[in-house]
């Protein structure tokens, strides 16, 4: 059974920077890509971010494309989020996946959420004006 453990969320002012943390654990496993999704009050779960486990190609939401980074530790497992200059609009549950059965490999499927099969239990991020 492989665990995917989020960390870093909280409550923020306008402007802060914080950064997400992902960690998967467990035994026999391969991961293929991680990503960040998240959800907010009364919205559908959106793609914020994700990164190819073997090539390292980041993709990055054109909503938070030079406000949000990601990242990855191969050795550790792990994904990181990286947000800067956060806003309102950035309130959210964000949820960290990851691909342990090679779903993202073809078209645009790193990009959806049907592209994971492993998930985080969630991490809300609260940012206040």
């Known amino acids: 059974q492989v665990q995917l453990i989020e960390s870093g969320g909280g409550l923020v002012r306008v402007g802060d920077s914080l950064i997400l943390s992902c960690a998967a654990s467990?035994?026999?496993?391969?991961?293929?890509?991680m990503g960040w999704f998240r959800q907010a009050p009364g919205k559908e779960r959106e793609f914020v971010a994700a990164v190819d486990w073997y090539g390292g190609d980041t993709y990055i939401a054109d909503s938070v494309k030079g406000q949000f980074t990601i990242s990855r530790d191969t050795h550790e497992t792990t994904e990181y989020l990286r947000m800067h200059y956060v806003k309102p609009e950035d309130t959210a549950v964000y949820y960290c996946a990851a691909d342990m059965r090679k779903l993202t490999v073809s078209g645009d499927t790193i990009f959806s959420k049907y592209g994971y099969d492993s998930w985080g239990q969630g991490t809300q991020v609260t940012v206040s004006s």
């Open positions: 467990g035994r026999n496993f391969r991961v293929y890509a």
